[in-house]
Nanobody, 122 residues
Framework: QVQLVESGGGLVQAGGSLRLSCAASGRTFSGYAMGWFRQAPGKEREFVAYISWSSSSTYYGGSVKGRFTISRDNAKNTVYLQMNSLKPEDTAVYYC???????????????WGQGTQVTVSS
């Protein structure tokens, strides 16, 4: 079992930045790909970004590419999402997720955090 806890969400003005963190505990973090997803009220869960275990592979959803950066520190069992140039449409609950093996943009992850709210005001 892997437990994931997100932090770093909050209220920010449009154009601002936030950095989300996701701390993993429980089973070893080794070999797990990590992803970030988000869900706005009344909308389906949307892929944001993923990163492979070695950080050699990253991939972003079209709406955040060029503004968000995913990274990880395996020594700290933590994955990050740096969000810059935030827009009101980025408002959502952000979830991190973990899966053994190859990363994917599909929500077919084994473990999920409880989510952290990001609100971007105009």
């Amino acid at each position: 079992q892997v437990q994931l806890v997100e932090s770093g969400g909050g209220l920010v003005q449009a154009g601002g930045s936030l950095r989300l963190s996701c701390a993993a505990s429980g089973r070893t973090f080794s070999g797990y790909a990590m992803g970030w997803f988000r869900q706005a009220p009344g909308k389906e869960r949307e892929f944001v970004a993923y990163i492979s275990w070695s950080s050699s592979s990253t991939y972003y959803g079209g709406s955040v590419k060029g503004r968000f950066t995913i990274s990880r520190d395996n020594a700290k069992n933590t994955v990050y999402l740096q969000m810059n140039s935030l827009k009101p449409e980025d408002t959502a609950v952000y979830y991190c997720a973990a899966k053994k093996g190859v990363a994917t943009s599909r929500p077919s992850y084994d473990y999920w955090g409880q989510g952290t709210q990001v609100t971007v005001s105009s």
